[in-house]
């Protein structure tokens, strides 16, 4: 076609601008619903905590009285305990003897830890000073009645889910999954059940790589097999899949050899080219194409290639697409363990580890070099980005790392 290369970044902008999100949803019960996108802004239907409770096991009374008599003896006249609250109103002089998560009975305003206290019979005195509201927990401190506990378009993560189920949240609005097929490329591929390999065959790495990649909740995915290098028979599957999925992902085939027909494939369907190569190593044969708000994504059929344009570009998109807000990769600028040399006009992102030195973390590059080299994967923290504009990169450069979600917490 002869495009220039496109920038990783402008190509990811440019496409975002043109996805319109899916606006289908259903409704879920809260264990459903991890990794599930969230079609509503949700907001705590309590006050939570719902009245102000003890933050400890201790002694809860009035903290004037102990300010104008440290050495007041408390009259202890009952026991609140968590779903057995104390319901009697605690006078000037008396105490309660109260635990963590306990309501607080109404006349008292403090709660001294049991450590700081010495109790014979019903009396008990506090060893320390004490301020009003210490070791207490007011209403709403955790959340608010009406106040937000995620917004539209956020993936519901285990956090989350505890939230809800804290504020009296259990039927949720969700986007519907969104469908993407998956298929491989190529005379050469057989899949990896086959036995033994024939000459001149391969073992198909990417379409379980992919598949595994792609493996969220919020997506429905299909695998589609293999597909022969035939134009018409990668026009016909693109054709097919577009039917039932909203996206299309596709690898190998996507440079400009006489077997790659990608782009011609593109152009039978009806399908607008957006992106054609990107100005990056690895993942420059990368291809985008669009047909009524459904994209296929044409990756490159080195594993690196394809692993490292699905994390850094097919990932947000699709996530948009979904119905996704947040959009945002998450870095960490960290400094350069290693020297580099590369040539100015394409961005590289090189596998590396992180390693941490007398309380310093320092990025170095893991496994061996090369677009198809999946080991250089195995055992990497993540991906460092040498930007497009830098020829050299000297040790204790910060650059830009985009740490794998296996290594998170």
Not at 37 to 49: A, C, E, K, V, Y
Not at 231 to 255: E, F
Request: charged share 25%; proline share 4%.
């Amino acid at each position: 076609m002869g495009i220039k290369p496109i920038q990783l970044e402008i190509a990811k902008e440019n496409l975002l601008n043109k996805i319109v999100p899916k606006t289908n949803n259903e409704e879920i019960t809260l264990d459903k619903s991890k990794e599930r996108i969230s079609s509503d802004t949700i907001t705590s239907n309590i006050n939570l905590p719902s009245t102000a409770n003890s933050a400890v096991d201790g002694y809860g009374f009035l903290s004037e009285s102990l300010q104008k008599n440290s050495n007041i003896g408390f009259e202890v006249i009952g026991i609140s305990k968590a779903g057995h609250p104390l319901n009697k109103v605690i006078k000037t002089n008396q105490a309660v003897e109260i635990y963590t998560g306990a309501k607080m009975p109404e006349g008292i305003d403090t709660i001294a830890m049991h450590e700081n206290c010495i109790r014979k019979d019903n009396i008990v005195k506090i060893t320390s000073h004490h301020f009003k509201n210490q070791n207490m927990r007011p209403i709403g401190e955790n959340l608010k009645k009406g106040e937000l506990v995620i917004k539209k378009g956020k993936i519901i993560n285990s956090a989350d889910i505890g939230q809800l189920a804290a504020s009296g949240n259990n039927l949720l609005s969700v986007y519907k999954k969104l469908k993407i097929s998956l298929i491989s490329t190529g005379d050469e591929l057989i899949d990896s059940s086959v036995k033994k390999l024939k000459d001149g065959e391969i073992y198909d790495a990417n379409r379980p790589m992919l598949l595994s990649l792609f493996d969220n909740n919020y997506l429905e995915i299909e695998d589609q097999g293999i597909v022969k290098d035939k134009r018409q028979d990668l026009a016909n599957k693109y054709q097919q899949c577009l039917c039932d999925s909203d996206v299309v992902i596709s690898s190998g085939g996507a440079s400009d050899g006489i077997e790659d027909h990608t782009q011609n494939a593109l152009k039978d369907i009806g399908a607008n080219c957006l992106v054609w190569q990107l100005a990056m190593k690895p993942g420059k044969p990368m291809a985008v194409g669009m047909i009524n708000n459904k994209l296929i994504f044409c990756l490159p059929g080195n594993p690196v290639a394809a692993f490292v344009c699905s994390k850094l570009l097919i990932k947000p998109l699709i996530n948009k697409l979904a119905g996704g807000a947040d959009l945002d990769l998450f870095e960490v600028m960290l400094p350069a363990g290693f020297e580099h040399k590369k040539r100015i006009g394409r961005a590289e992102y090189l596998r590396a580890k992180i390693v941490n030195k007398e309380y310093k973390s320092e990025i170095i590059l893991h496994g061996r070099k090369g677009a198809g080299v999946i080991s250089s994967l195995t055992g990497a923290d993540g991906l460092v980005e040498i930007p497009i504009d830098s020829e050299n990169v000297l040790k204790g450069d910060y650059l830009k790392f985009y740490p794998f979600n296996d290594i998170s917490l």
